[in-house]
């Protein structure tokens, strides 16, 4: 190969619209608070969704603002492998879930950057409107059933021992449960915790359960929490 031929390939750069380019932003910003307002409003994942979800924003618009630059000079695109096969991300992803939206979010800034603009926009919206029908569906068909984290931190155990006060928790939970599972057990010298996720039959029974626990160990905290609607800190 000439140098005149490599002059060509690495000088073939089309100039970037500023006017393109701020449009594709303002879409990708408008698509990343849809993504943000999904994932707050039917994500189910127990982190904290209220703050990983303002990291789309971000996510979407940086890929647009990659993309288009890139797509325009081919010894930028050479450059941008280079430096991103140095580039290491350690935090992790919890749920697969997360990895989902991180990923719709991606998908949205290539689309953007590359100039389709309107079979993302449509595909992003079609996605997002899937995800809610098929979430609207299954609460229908589980909409008597409830997952709960309950926490019960006795506070004094009137000396039982260990294997009193479990045979006595598990027999309250299961009254008023339809499955329970022991997640946590911590024993000090004064007081125990216990968390389970319980799977409720009906949401009145959060108070007979409580009741129950608090009239055999009158000194005794208990807190439910809701697993897939976890308050945002």
Same mark, same amino acid.
């Given at each position: ?19 393109? &380019? ?18 707050? /409003?039917?994500?189910? &994942? ?88 098929? +979430? ?16 019960? #931190? ?33 024993? +000090? #010298? ?8 319980? #799977? ?6 959060? /108070? ?26």
């Amino acid at each position: 190969m000439d140098i005149n031929s490599q002059n060509i390939i690495f000088n073939s750069s089309e100039e970037l619209s500023l006017v393109t &380019t701020i449009f594709s932003l303002g879409v990708g910003l408008a698509l990343s608070i849809a993504i943000r307002w999904h994932f707050r /409003n039917y994500g189910s &994942t127990l982190s904290n969704r209220e703050e990983f979800s303002q990291v789309f924003p971000f996510i979407l618009m940086t890929t647009i603002l990659i993309i288009t630059v890139v797509k325009s000079s081919i010894a930028l695109s050479l450059g941008l492998v280079g430096a991103l096969s140095i580039v290491r991300f350690r935090t992790p992803i919890k749920e697969p879930e997360e990895l989902a939206y991180l990923f719709i979010s991606i998908a949205a800034g290539l689309g953007l950057g590359a100039g389709q603009i309107k079979v993302t926009v449509v595909s992003v919206i079609l996605i997002l409107l899937f995800m809610m029908f098929l +979430r609207n569906n299954w609460k229908k068909n589980d909409i008597s059933g409830k997952n709960l984290f309950i926490s019960i #931190d006795l506070l004094d155990p009137s000396k039982k021992n260990k294997e009193e006060i479990m045979e006595d928790m598990n027999s309250v939970l299961l009254q008023h449960s339809r499955k329970i599972d022991l997640r946590r057990f911590d024993s +000090r #010298d004064s007081s125990v915790e216990l968390v389970y996720l319980v #799977d409720i039959s009906e949401v009145k029974n959060i /108070n007979d359960i409580a009741n129950e626990i608090q009239k055999k160990y009158p000194k005794t905290g208990v807190t439910f929490l809701d697993q897939n609607k976890l308050p945002s800190i």
